[in-house]
């Protein structure tokens, strides 16, 4: 191993898999918040007889986009932090915390789709 390349793994405690998990978690809470923002924006809009039925349609793909956004957001944490957890020698507590997340806001995301296109 190149010295220069060990000196810099001593004095880096991250991994740079890791870093790109905890940017891929956040987000993925940036996309779900954007899907909260897009709901309130139209809440009015769907109130109308009028506009009803476009607001319907727009509300729809909106959130359809941000839960998408979330969901590839998530599952690219996921597998950053488990390669980056694997490539370490002692992974912390923070790799792995990163790796539960992105896979929690993937678990979550997938139950409640198969949870609402069972009605």
Do not use: Q
């Not at 009015?44 to 839960?67: K, M, N, Q, R």
């Amino acid at each position: 191993m190149h010295p220069h390349r060990r000196l810099a793994e001593e004095l880096s405690p991250y991994s740079g898999w890791i870093v790109a998990a905890w940017i891929f978690f956040n987000l993925a809470v940036l996309a779900v918040l954007a899907i909260g923002a897009w709901w309130l924006a139209l809440r009015h809009a769907l109130a109308d007889p009028h506009v009803s039925p476009a607001a319907g349609l727009f509300g729809f793909v909106g959130t359809g986009i941000g839960w998408m956004a979330a969901l590839t957001f998530a599952s690219l944490g996921t597998v950053c932090g488990l390669i980056g957890a694997s490539c370490l020698a002692r992974p912390t507590k923070s790799d792995w915390t990163a790796v539960v997340l992105n896979g929690a806001v993937v678990a979550v995301s997938l139950l409640l789709l198969f949870a609402l296109s069972s009605r």
